[in-house]
T-cell receptor, first 116, second 112 residues
């Protein structure tokens, strides 16, 4: 069975602090995809990153970085020098690639509040 | 252009009434998904379509929920005899794991 756990329900930081959002996943498949989405107060889901199970390279995009470690089944997300606009709910998600059209399974999300 | 359109954006209904929520996956991916997000909760998978057929209905919470898709495009999620616990945002998405997924803006359903 597949499962995504985001143990941090809420995180509060002050602007310019670095913050890491944890994501641990479970799957029996060897081929799978991991995702992070951002949901700002407006409600839409904003795609941040997709990573397949064969690519363990860490990725950096501006102030965002992702650390994928298969050994610990984790796909953590770090925001460097956080800003108020980063305040949102962040979801980690898993999709197994056994067949086309596999649904995304989401974690329960981490609410990040960045204060000025 | 690409994208997923959902209507209505907001729906208020009385308990016991039926509602229909619409999803129009503009870019035409064959795979389409419905999710439900209750207040303060994560996204709960409801049903998946491949073309017009639904190989995976495992997430539908009760037999009051049903969905159909016609022409490999527009999908309708129907909730019969709505209950207050059905109040949530219903999200539609299209895509595949190797291509990624695009989500609509959702329909906020309030059952009063």
């Amino acid at each position: 069975a597949q499962k995504v756990t985001q143990a941090q329900t809420e995180i509060s930081v002050v602007e310019k602090e670095d913050v890491t959002l944890d994501c641990v996943y479970e799957t029996r498949d060897t081929t799978y995809y991991l995702f992070w989405y951002k949901q700002p107060p407006s409600g839409e889901l904003v795609f941040l990153i997709r990573r397949n199970s064969f690519d363990e390279q860490n990725e950096i995009s501006g102030r965002y970085s992702w650390n994928f470690q298969k050994s610990t089944s984790s796909f953590n997300f770090t925001i460097t020098a956080s800003q108020v606009v980063d305040s949102a709910v962040y979801f980690c998600a898993l999709s197994e690639a056994r067949r086309a059209g596999t649904a995304l399974i989401f974690g329960k999300g981490t609410t990040l509040s960045v204060s000025s | 252009g690409a994208g997923v359109s959902q209507s209505p954006s907001n729906k208020v209904t009385e308990k016991g009434k039926d509602v229909e929520l619409r999803c129009d996956p503009i870019s035409g991916h064959t795979a389409l998904y419905w999710y439900r997000q209750s207040l303060g909760q994560g996204l709960e998978f409801l049903i998946y379509f491949q073309g017009n057929s639904a190989p995976d209905k495992s997430g539908l919470p009760s037999d009051r929920f049903s969905a159909e898709r016609t022409g490999g495009s527009v999908s309708t999620l129907t909730i019969q005899r709505t209950q207050q616990e059905d109040s949530a945002v219903y999200l539609c998405a299209e895509g595949q794991p190797n291509y990624g997924y695009t989500f609509g803006s959702g329909t906020r359903l309030t059952v009063v």
